[in-house]
């Protein structure tokens, strides 16, 4: 079982920047398929990032170019570097996990508020 817990999360103007931690205990993060998503009042969940074991990350086309999830094995830690946001991006973040035996685990969610 893997525990994750984000942190970061808060308010911030349009065209700011945010970053937020999932910080992993349990599993190595190194042996862990981990992701960030998002869902947002009355909506439903949807993938911003994952980053693989083998290094292979993907960013959908709302927030490509914008998102990246570089992660920090040796500290068990995940970031999700949110830049340019908009006020579509308001959302609660959750981070996800799953193992190699297929298990996931999901983060209580960390809220971002982009308004000005």
């Known amino acids: 079982q893997v525990d994750l817990v984000e942190s970061g999360g808060g308010l911030v103007q349009p065209g700011g920047s945010l970053t937020l931690s999932c910080s992993a205990s349990?599993?190595?993060?190194?042996?862990?398929?981990l992701s960030w998503y998002r869902q947002a009042l009355g909506k439903q969940r949807e993938l911003v990032a994952t980053?693989?074991?083998?290094?292979?990350?993907y960013y959908p086309d709302s927030v490509k170019g914008r998102f990246t999830a570089p992660r920090d094995n040796a500290k068990n830690i995940i970031y999700l570097v949110m830049n340019n946001l908009k006020p579509e991006d308001s959302a609660v973040y959750y981070c996800?996990?799953?193992?190699?035996?297929?298990?996931?685990?999901w983060g209580q969610g960390t809220q971002v508020t982009v308004s000005s």
């Open positions: 980053s693989s074991t083998s290094g292979y990350d």
């Open positions: 349990g599993v190595r993060t190194e042996f862990l398929i």
């Open positions: 996800n996990a799953i193992d190699s035996g297929g298990r996931e685990s």
